[in-house]
C-alpha cells in the first residue's frame, strides 16, 4: 500500500507561492531554514528568497512548491479543495491575499491562486460527502 506523503506543485517563484498557500491553509508553516540550509543554498548561489523548491510543513503532507521553467497552460489536471465555516468570508480573505473567483456554485468556489493554479473553496461539509457533484463542464 502507499501513502499520501507530499503533494507538489510547479511554479514560477516557489518562496511567493509557498508563503501564500501558508496563508490559506490553517496549521501550515514555510519550512525554517536552519543555518546548514543556508549554506547549502548560498553554496549554490542562492538564498531563501531564491530558494527553487520551498517546503510547506502542516499536519498534512508536506506541499513542496518547485520551479520549473515552463508556464502553466490550460486547466489544471488536479486541484485542492478547502473547506470553511465560512465560505463567503474566506474567498474574500482569499482574494485579498492574491487569489481571484474563478466560478461560483453551490457548496464551493472555484478560485486560483496567484501563478493562476486552480482550488476550491468548499462549505464545510461532512467528511466522504461529495463536494463537486454539482460542477458543471468547462
Not at 14 to 30: K, N
Not at 109 to 114: C, G, H, K, M
Not at 119 to 133: E, Y
Amino acid at each position: 500500500m502507499a501513502w499520501l506523503r507530499e503533494i507538489v506543485v510547479d511554479c514560477r517563484h516557489a518562496p511567493s507561492l509557498a508563503r501564500f498557500w501558508a496563508q490559506v491553509l490553517d496549521d501550515y508553516a514555510v519550512r525554517a531554514y536552519d543555518e546548514e540550509e543556508i549554506e547549502r543554498l548560498a553554496g549554490l548561489g542562492l538564498t531563501p528568497e531564491t530558494d527553487p523548491s520551498v517546503a510547506l510543513d502542516g499536519p498534512g503532507p508536506t506541499f513542496f512548491f518547485t520551479e520549473v521553467p515552463e508556464s502553466k497552460s490550460g486547466k489544471n489536471r488536479l486541484h485542492v479543495d478547502v473547506a470553511s465555516t465560512d465560505r463567503r468570508t474566506e474567498v474574500a480573505r482569499l482574494v485579498a491575499l492574491g487569489a481571484s473567483v474563478r466560478q461560483e456554485y453551490d457548496g464551493h468556489t472555484v478560485l486560483a491562486d496567484p501563478e493562476d493554479n486552480e482550488f476550491c473553496v468548499t462549505d464545510r461539509t461532512a467528511i466522504g460527502s461529495p463536494v463537486h457533484t454539482d460542477r458543471r463542464p468547462e
